[in-house]
Structure formats: structure tokens, C-alpha cells
């Protein structure tokens, strides 16, 4: 099966400022209507893990850029899986 027919999905792990965790999720789940995107707070390390099913490797990369860029997100890891 090719990356077009199954697409690309990848967890996001993020570090947000404190008392941003819910916001921040909700902003995640509205960045586009193209991907599926489930997210989860979490305890530890990380703050929130972001689930994110993509038609290609292209648009993984512009949702992955939009996260980087809402406000409250201060650090992001992404494990692409395969």
C-alpha cells in the first residue's frame, strides 16, 4: 500500500505554558479539516500529545507547522510512524 492510500500519521508531543494545556488542545482539533487530530493531556515531560492521520507527508508538515505556531506552544517533538 502506498502513502497515498494509507497516509502518514504521527504523535506530537508538546510542552505548552502553564494553564494553557486545555486551550491549546482545543486549538489543535480546529487547525484543519483535511486531517483527523486527537489529543490527549498528559502527566510528565510533556504537557499534550497530539495524534494527527494525514493524507501525505506535505500536509503533515503544514499542520505540524500551524501547531509550532499557536500561542502557548513552547516546545514540540514529533515520532512519525511507519
Do not use: N, Q
Not at 510542552?15 to 498528559?42: C, F, N, Q
Not at 508538515?61 to 514529533?78: A, C, F, Q, W, Y
Amino acid at each position: 500500500m502506498s502513502e497515498e492510500e494509507r497516509g502518514i500519521k504521527a504523535y506530537v508531543l508538546m510542552v505548552v505554558e502553564i494553564g494553557s494545556d486545555h486551550e491549546v488542545a482545543e486549538k489543535i482539533k480546529e487547525i484543519d479539516d483535511d486531517v483527523k487530530v486527537y489529543t490527549d493531556l498528559v502527566f510528565g515531560e510533556f504537557d499534550i500529545v497530539a495524534v494527527i492521520e494525514a493524507p501525505s507527508i506535505k500536509k503533515l508538515d503544514k499542520v505540524i507547522t500551524k501547531i509550532r505556531r499557536l500561542p502557548g506552544v513552547l516546545k514540540t517533538v514529533t515520532l512519525v510512524a511507519s
